[in-house]
Structures are given as structure tokens and as C-alpha cells.
């Protein structure tokens, strides 16, 4: 998402990247699910896709003076919650486990502390809480102008 708003600079791409990127990156980053120790190729990319995905929205804010719209948190909210009832009903038909929805993923966090579904929970709450930061700090009334 952030290298397609890199590219595109498209308003509503750029949100999704600029929310997704600051909230949930972070938590990606402070609690690795790599299952390799340094120097391994997938713990350095796991490092370096994750980290590129939080100073490639950065480089936007800086250097492209993209902002996010007011309430735009609440558009980006509800776009990530339909794409996690897809996302699990696609985890449920397959059997797979993508963003940990069908089980609690196995890393030291007081987040997965209650086990399934309330990590789920825990994580929604949460992430609403970052994108209200986010909004409150970056957000502009001023009309974005589109490419």
C-alpha cells in the first residue's frame, strides 16, 4: 500500500498506507513473528519490508506533503475491518492463519495475553486509539488536492 501510494499518490491509497503504516507497523516491528535469527535472509526482510513500509509513509508526509483528511479515520477503519472478515473467512476456508485471525500469534505480548478472539478485540480497540493519534497529529482541513 505505501509503495503504491508512493507511486500513485492517490488520497485514499495514501490514508490506507498512512494509518495502516503508522499503527500497525510498529507493532509488527516490536513484536516479530520470525521464526530465524540475524543474519538470516527472512529475519532481514522481515526488518527491512517492514521498516521500508514505515519510512515510505514518513517520505510522503516529509517530502510529498501528503496529509490524511479529517475523518479520515473512520473510513480507514472501516475498510480494515471489511478486509479482516474477508481475510478470515478466506483463513477459515483454507485453513491458513493470515493476521492472525484464527490463532493467537506466539510472541511476547500482553496484546495476545487473553488468548483468541480477544487479541482480536484487543488489537481493533487499540488500533482505532492509534488512528485517532494519527488523525489528530497529521489530519488537514483543507481539501487535498489529487494527481
Sequence with gaps: ?????????????FELAC????????QAILTPTV?????????????LCHS??????????????MRPRRGSMWRVFAITN?????????????????????????VDSPLVALGWPWHIVIADVLMLG???VVERVLATKAPVVQN
Design 82 to 106: 471489511v478486509c479482516l472478515l474477508l481475510i478470515g473467512l478466506f483463513d477459515f476456508l483454507i485453513g491458513a492463519n493470515y493476521m492472525f485471525l484464527r490463532e493467537v500469534p506466539k
Design 1 to 13: 500500500m505505501t509503495a503504491a501510494a508512493l507511486v500513485t499518490r492517490k488520497q485514499m491509497i
Design 52 to 65: 521500508g513500509i514505515v519510512v515510505g509513509v514518513v517520505f510522503a508526509i516529509g517530502a510529498l506533503k
Design 35 to 47: 521464526d530465524v535469527d540475524f543474519p538470516a535472509y527472512w529475519f532481514c526482510q522481515f526488518f
Design 130 to 132: 492509534g488512528f485517532w
Design 19 to 26: 494509518f495502516w503504516g503508522l499503527v500497525g507497523t510498529p
